[in-house]
């Protein structure tokens, strides 16, 4: 399984499915996919997309993070791509590439 970011379109594809994405959720998985394999706290993730300190940031990353698997994923409540640890943050799982 593969996902691959268009940027000129701020898409995305996965499983043979294309879909838009918002210009957070376009940040987000570009800034996991540019890490696969690294744990990223949603305060750094915060940090690095909204560029201002991490304030109660946990459910706003959450929720972005769950739409983004909306649209990438097989099976959302059974993420391959973008896993969840649970008190650390998020890894994009480079093995589903």
């Known amino acids: ?3 691959k970011l268009f940027p000129e379109e701020r898409s995305v594809e996965s ?3 294309k879909s838009k994405l918002t210009p957070k959720e376009y940040k987000i998985l570009d800034l ?3 890490n696969p394999g690294k744990t990223m706290s ?3 993730i915060y ?5 201002c300190e991490p304030f109660a940031c946990e459910p706003i990353v959450a929720v972005h993070v769950r739409h983004i ?3 990438i994923e097989r099976d959302p409540s059974k993420p ?4 969840s640890l649970w008190g650390r943050g998020y890894r994009f799982n480079m093995n589903s590439i």
Request: zero cysteines.
């Open 69 to 71: 698997r909306e649209k």
């Open 42 to 44: 949603s305060e750094e």
């Open 80 to 83: 391959t791509f973008i896993k």
């Open 32 to 34: 996991l996919m540019q």
């Open 1 to 3: 399984m593969i996902v």
């Open 47 to 51: 940090t690095h997309i909204w560029q």
């Open 15 to 17: 499983n043979g499915k």
